[in-house]
């Protein structure tokens, strides 16, 4: 079973900066794609970026240019640089993880993981 856990949320000034991390820990196989949702008030969640094992990036239109996403494999974490942000950035942020369970789990393919959630708020 693998857990992931993000950090790095808080508040900022709009323009501001924040990386946020997201660490997966566990007993695995091996970490295929990592990426980063958002979730705001009243709104879905949705992507904000995705990187996979190797190092493909996907982003969000809304926030290219703004955030970048990395990933470093020996240590299962990936990152999130987030850049001149706007106050509707403001959201609860998951990670999300996509990993091969051991053969001895009994599971087959990929098996998909969310974190707890990170808030971050950008005000005005």
């Known amino acids: 079973q693998v857990h992931v856990a993000e950090s790095g949320g808080g508040l900022v000034q709009a323009g501001g900066s924040l990386r946020l991390s997201c660490a997966a820990s566990?007993?695995?196989?091996?970490?295929?794609?990592m990426g980063w949702y958002r979730q705001a008030p009243g709104k879905q969640r949705e992507q904000v970026a995705r990187?996979?094992?190797?190092?493909?990036?996907k982003y969000a239109d809304s926030v290219k240019g703004r955030f970048t996403i990395s990933r470093d494999n020996a240590k299962n974490t990936v990152y999130l640089q987030m850049g001149s942000l706007k106050p509707e950035d403001t959201a609860v942020y998951y990670c999300?993880?996509?990993?091969?369970?051991?053969?001895?789990?009994?599971?087959?393919?990929?098996?998909?993981?969310w974190g707890q959630g990170t808030l971050v708020t950008v005000s005005s």
């Open positions: 566990g007993s695995f196989t091996r970490i295929n794609a």
């Open positions: 990187i996979t094992s190797q190092g493909i990036t």
């Open positions: 999300n993880t996509d990993y091969v369970p051991n053969s001895d789990s009994g599971i087959i393919g990929l098996v998909g993981v």
